[in-house]
């Protein structure tokens, strides 16, 4: 029209900012709604009614956020068993004939329990005896919750005798198997999360050669290990 005046190029100022609000509008809902949390039951009214509209045969949800207590149950789980073993381990240990027959260390491996010779067996034998049987027992109870890998280690004193074992590795291995055999057989723990470890002479808690020091050497040693197996129950 001839009276109108001619029109500026672009878009006017008020739109600009009507836009600028409409963004800022969405990017806030689309924040709010990434930091709510799903209600299942209206969900899952939701997810019905959403079926009955449209055919869906089933509705999940995907990539739905683990919780800060999932989570934390995952990472220490087996601490927390451990933990729980240790206590329970001490008991048991501390009603040995000699306090020092047996003790609990924990290890970056688990936990180690190194029990004396004279405290499993009786004497000059590898036949355990009625009390170690009872303490083994209470062990296995507990092992068999766990799904931790068992470590039992046989240690000689000194080279053991020629006219009953070859080597002080048989001696000790043997000594570690009647423990595991024991574990097994009447305590029922799972055997495919059992080893045997014979040891000999080589690894001596105490280096001199008083006899007390060689009797303390003379042990079996049953580690708790931090280390699960799967498939083990």
Known sequence: ??????????????????????????????????????????????????????????????NALPSGESLIATEYQQEIILIQLKEKLQIILSKTRDPGDAELIETDEGFLMPISNNALFLPGTTKLSPSAKTMLLQMANL??????????????????????????????????????????????????KLQVRGMGHYFPKASSADVDDLEKNHRVEILISREVTSGLK
Request: charged share 20%; hydrophobic share 40%.
């Open 1 to 62: 029209m001839a009276g109108c005046p001619p029109c500026k190029k672009g878009a006017p100022a008020w739109l600009l900012t009507f836009g600028d609000l409409m963004s800022l509008l969405l990017t806030f809902f689309i924040l709010l709604v990434s930091m709510s949390t799903i209600d299942k039951t209206r969900f899952k009214e939701a997810s019905g009614s959403l079926k009955d509209a449209f055919g869906v045969q089933q509705v999940q949800l995907i």
């Open 143 to 192: 092992i068999n919750g766990t799904p931790n890998l068992i470590r039992v280690e046989g240690h000689t004193g000194v080279e053991s005798d020629p006219k009953q074992f070859p080597s002080s590795w048989d001696q000790s291995a043997t000594e570690a198997a009647a423990v595991v055999r024991f574990l097994v057989g009447e305590g029922e723990v799972n055997p495919t």
